[in-house]
């Protein structure tokens, strides 16, 4: 047995020697952070990596596929995308292909995707900084939380639309996508949104300008019961903190009813997952009822409650 396991040993020493040579190594790989992408009918790439604070290269091409074969040329090395951290593009067509993007060069389900007004650019900016920027507006409430993988999921329902966070010279803002438009939201829809999709709050809740209250903990759950042959949707957040809590309870309904108003009913958008409740909470109403009709008749009721 031993003689046996000696000679398989023997067989395998051998194999990292014959296959490093022809392995892609460290060195011979430009690693990208961050990918911006122009002109649909004719791509053309920008490149940055992580090493430095401006774009790297840039190429054209028939197809993004050529356009990155051109940009890969243009720095001498491979390029690896598999730890993409962002991606933005300024007109929304680029949306169909993000599937195919994340096949294809295997981009991380977390990569953040930006949209772009038609003026910005970023071939001076320092990406890994506006990138932590991006993830601390979502961490102070300001923003939902959202990737790759988020957007893919939504613009997958009956709805095709998503939510996008938008850089403009202004800022961050938040804009329902579809693969021909983003309309921008109010900072109090984009705001709402965060407690309707309950992954993040804000840490305070202002109130003209001044801190009412103090945000420890939240937690948001939606039920459903049919009332009049029409959906009704009991949204209740509850939250721990400190502070006036009366005036953080009717800030957070605003915020809910200005995301409601803004996505839901002013274009039919489903960035709450709301067909997926309705379909698991009213399955026979919505086996007979399209998207179009269910998001205009559904009736919404809040309980916001101190824990």
């Known amino acids: 047995m031993k003689s046996a396991c000696f000679k398989i040993l023997l067989f395998l020493l051998p194999l990292p020697i014959l296959t490093g040579c022809s392995a892609i190594q460290v060195r011979d790989r430009t690693y990208v952070q961050a990918l911006e992408l122009h002109h649909a009918a004719s791509p053309q790439v920008s490149l940055h990596d992580f090493s430095h604070e401006t774009e790297i290269a840039s190429g054209n091409g028939n197809t993004i596929d050529e356009a990155l074969t051109n940009a890969g040329i243009a720095t001498g090395k491979e390029l690896f995308l598999g730890h993409l951290e962002l991606l933005t593009y300024a007109n929304p067509a680029f949306t169909v292909q993000l ?5 294809d060069y295997r981009l991380s389900p977390s990569c953040q995707v930006v949209g772009l007004s038609e003026n910005a650019s970023f071939s001076d900016t320092d990406t890994t900084a506006f990138t932590n920027q991006l993830r601390q507006e979502m961490q102070q409430g300001k923003l939902p939380e959202t990737n790759l993988f988020t957007i893919l999921r939504e613009m997958d329902g009956s709805a095709e ?18 693969v021909t438009s983003w309309t921008t939201l109010s900072a109090d829809a984009s705001a709402g949104l965060c407690w309707l999709r309950g992954d993040n709050f804000p ?12 945000v420890q903990s939240a937690r948001t759950q939606f039920s459903v019961q049919m009332q009049d042959e029409i959906p009704l949707v009991t949204i209740k957040i509850r939250i721990t903190g400190q502070g006036d809590f009366s005036s953080a309870a009717a800030v957070i309904e605003g915020q809910c009813e200005s995301a409601l108003e803004e996505t839901l009913r002013a274009s039919g958008a489903d960035v709450i997952d709301l067909e997926e409740i309705l379909w698991s909470q009213c399955y026979s109403y919505m086996a007979q009822t399209d998207w179009r ?7 919404f009721c809040f309980q916001i409650k101190q824990k």
Do not use: C, R, Y
């Not at 639309?161 to 579809?178: C, K, L, R």
């Open 99 to 103: 599937n195919d993007l994340m096949h």
């Open 161 to 178: 639309t998503a939510f996008f966070p938008i850089w403009t010279e202004e800022g961050f803002s938040g804009a329902v996508g579809t």
């Open 203 to 214: 840490e305070k809740i202002a109130e003209n300008q001044d801190t009412v209250f103090s």
């Open 293 to 299: 009709t269910a998001a205009k008749s559904v009736q």
